[in-house]
């Protein structure tokens, strides 16, 4: 079983930065073809950050790029971690913020960790 865990949110002020942190486990011996980010704000349906390949390639939603960056581990035990950079923070970044983790089009999602930013 699949379970990503998503780790490193919590409460800012505006223009600060958080840096968001998931590792899937039940992992050994695959590479997800895709990790990314996605969060839900209240009543606000859930939208895509950013995501990342296998590969590298990496995709942003616009209201991120210039302030977000995606990464993934790259060693053979962190190949399926992937981390969020987020700086620039403002209060319409906050959202409860889900890892997603995709292999052959199964999709597996953490519980979310909220990130709260202050004005």
């Known amino acids: 079983q699949v379970q990503p865990v998503e780790s490193g949110g919590g409460l800012v002020q505006a223009g600060g930065s958080l840096r968001l942190s998931c590792a899937a486990s039940g992992t050994i011996g695959i590479s997800f073809n895709t990790m990314g980010w996605y969060r839900q704000a209240p009543g606000k349906q859930r939208e895509l950050v950013a995501t990342i390949t296998s590969g590298g390639s990496a995709n942003y939603a616009d209201s991120v790029k210039g302030r977000f960056t995606i990464s993934r581990g790259n060693a053979k035990n962190t190949v399926n971690t992937v981390y969020l950079q987020m700086n620039g923070l403002k209060p319409e970044d906050t959202a409860v913020y889900y890892c997603?983790?995709?292999?052959?089009?199964?999709?597996?999602w953490g519980q979310g960790t909220q990130v709260t930013v202050s004005s």
């Open positions: 997603n983790a995709s292999y052959y089009g199964l999709d597996s």
